[in-house]
T-cell receptor, first 117, second 110 residues
Framework: GAVVSQHPSRVICKSGTSVKIECRSL??????MFWYRQFPKQSLMLMAT?????????EQGVEKDKFLINHASLTLSTLTVTSAHPEDSSFYIC?????????????FGSGTRLTVV | GQNIDQPTEMTATEGAIVQINCTYQ??????LFWYQQHAGEAPTFLSY????GLEEKGRFSSFLSRSKGYSYLLLKELQMKDSASYLC???????????FGAGTRLAVHP
């Protein structure tokens, strides 16, 4: 089945530094990927929609200059958290839409636990 | 805009049946998903309903009423491993971005 590989699975960084999270579709082409953030005991909050070869579409309240998304190929999307602060500590997870239609489903990466110290 | 509501927490006894409700108000409708998520892990697909009615899949069943903007997930013969969060989600917009409800944390007790 369709697999999205996400890494790193865990990362600890110092406040003020940047962290890059990668999501790769291993056996299919992901035209569109979605990036989510999840705080403890909360649900997945959509941050942005990433489209190959074009600018990402950010949800209201998400700072596009802080959360840089690049989708340079059909198999790779990256999220860079710039100038990270402790409040950015969260679980970040990507998802790809299969065939671009809901009835084909979505596949998720395994998530990245970011801790900013 | 959109609104997706679920109860925050539920508890149930091992072996029992539990129903987790989800109501939604969206502009347009392209189906409704249920996912299971254990802490620190990716969501796991449970069901996708696009037509009205009940769909059964083993111990899990999902129901949809489009006219009422209502769905439920029914879990039978509960097991301890069913303790998890259950997320209701709907695809919206041109890219069918998946929007999640707040999730229901289910605790199964012996």
């Amino acid at each position: 089945g369709a697999v999205v590989s996400q890494h790193p699975s865990r990362v600890i960084c110092k406040s003020g530094t940047s962290v890059k999270i990668e999501c790769r579709s291993l056996d299919f082409q992901a035209t569109t990927m979605f990036w989510y953030r999840q705080f403890p005991k909360q649900s997945l909050m959509l941050m942005a929609t990433s489209n190959e070869g074009s600018k990402a579409t950010y949800e209201q309240g998400v700072e596009k200059d802080k959360f840089l998304i690049n989708h340079a190929s059909l198999t790779l999307s990256t999220l860079t958290v710039t100038s990270a602060h402790p409040e950015d500590s969260s679980f970040y997870i990507c998802s790809a839409s299969l065939q671009g239609a809901p009835n084909y489903g979505y596949t998720f990466g395994s998530g990245t636990r970011l801790t900013v110290v | 805009g959109q609104n997706i509501d679920q109860p925050t927490e539920m508890t149930a006894t091992e072996g029992a049946i539990v129903q987790i409700n989800c109501t939604y108000q969206t502009s347009g409708f392209n189906g409704l998903f249920w996912y299971q998520q254990h802490a620190g892990e990716a969501p796991t697909f449970l069901s996708y309903n696009v037509l009205d009615g009940l769909e059964e899949k083993g111990r899990f069943s999902s129901f949809l009423s489009r006219s009422k903007g209502y769905s439920y997930l029914l879990l039978k013969e509960l097991q301890m491993k069913d303790s998890a969060s259950y997320l209701c989600a709907v695809p919206l917009g041109g890219y069918n971005k998946l929007i999640f409800g707040a999730g229901t944390r289910l605790a199964v007790h012996p």
